[in-house]
């Protein structure tokens, strides 16, 4: 078992790196990639949280070398009666090396894992969402509707509004996603797609729109482009849905926020 001080110091180390790993985040923009953006305000506290409590556990072992007893104390020598000499059960707070370096883990993680969204291969484990994703608490996808260019998700709540996907026929598209090659399309077919993210990445949802273009299989999955088309009446894995017919298919960069919020 390591020495107390030692332990309170390393608790200290940890906290404090924990709290400057949520502050570079936030410092370089890549906090949009695991947390919906109306929370980022709580990491913020989290940084002087985890900050106050490292300058805490620095404070609490600078105690204990102080409260250490010297040799010629005479509490040393304190004689303690025979009828208090009971036994106690011993009772250890002190962390192991084992458990420092489990609460260690995520803030190595942060530093030195590259930050990317979720992509195409998170799509492989979860599959993609034909429909648009609620919040609990929100409006209903029926009454919300998107004023001025729409994104996919407002696409998907627009196609939520009716049982026909041939209402939509000649309605002009034009969306930014990355792309998304399931193995059930065809070769001329890929999704235009994005995550839909109501609190973070563990409740992403995968949503897209399927796209037709000549050029499908010379796009690279994961790879961002702007798909402007038209919608016709197509079908998908033996469902009936609006398709993107496009007229051109553009390379662009990754929004600096890659997801959508419900």
């Not at 570079?24 to 506290?45: C, E, H, M, P």
């Not at 303690?80 to 059960?89: D, G, K, M, N």
């Not at 499908?216 to 999955?221: M, Q």
Request: hydrophobic share 45%; glycine share 6%.
């Amino acid at each position: 078992m390591m020495n107390p001080k030692v332990q309170t110091l390393l608790k200290a180390v940890v906290l404090a790196a924990s709290g400057l790993m949520f502050y570079a985040k936030i410092s370089d923009g890549t906090l949009s990639f695991y947390i919906n953006q109306r929370f980022a305000w709580l990491s913020l506290v989290a940084v002087i949280l985890y900050l106050a409590l490292a300058m805490t556990m620095v404070y609490q072992a600078t105690q204990q070398r102080q409260s250490e007893k010297r040799p010629g104390d005479l509490a040393e020598f304190e004689v303690i009666p025979l009828q208090a000499r009971t036994p106690r059960r011993a009772y250890s707070h002190r962390a192991s090396w084992l458990a420092l370096g489990l609460l260690a883990l995520p803030a190595l993680l942060g530093f030195f894992t590259p930050a990317r969204p979720l992509g195409a291969s998170a799509i492989e484990s979860r599959g993609i969402g034909l429909a648009a994703p609620s919040r609990p608490g929100t409006i209903t996808q029926a009454q919300r509707v998107a004023t001025g260019p729409k994104n996919i998700l407002d696409w998907l709540r627009e196609f939520s509004r009716s049982a026909d996907p041939g209402a939509f026929d000649g309605r002009e598209v034009d969306v930014i996603g990355f792309v998304y090659k399931d193995p059930r399309a065809r070769p001329n077919e890929f999704w235009v797609s994005r995550f839909a993210v109501s609190c973070c990445v563990a409740d992403a949802t995968a949503i897209g729109l399927l796209v037709q273009t000549e050029d499908a299989e010379a796009l690279e999955p994961d790879s961002w482009v702007r798909v402007v088309g038209k919608l016709k009446a197509g079908e998908f894995a033996g469902e009936s849905i609006p398709v993107v017919v496009a007229e051109r298919v553009e390379r662009t960069q990754q929004p600096e926020h890659p997801y959508l919020y419900p």
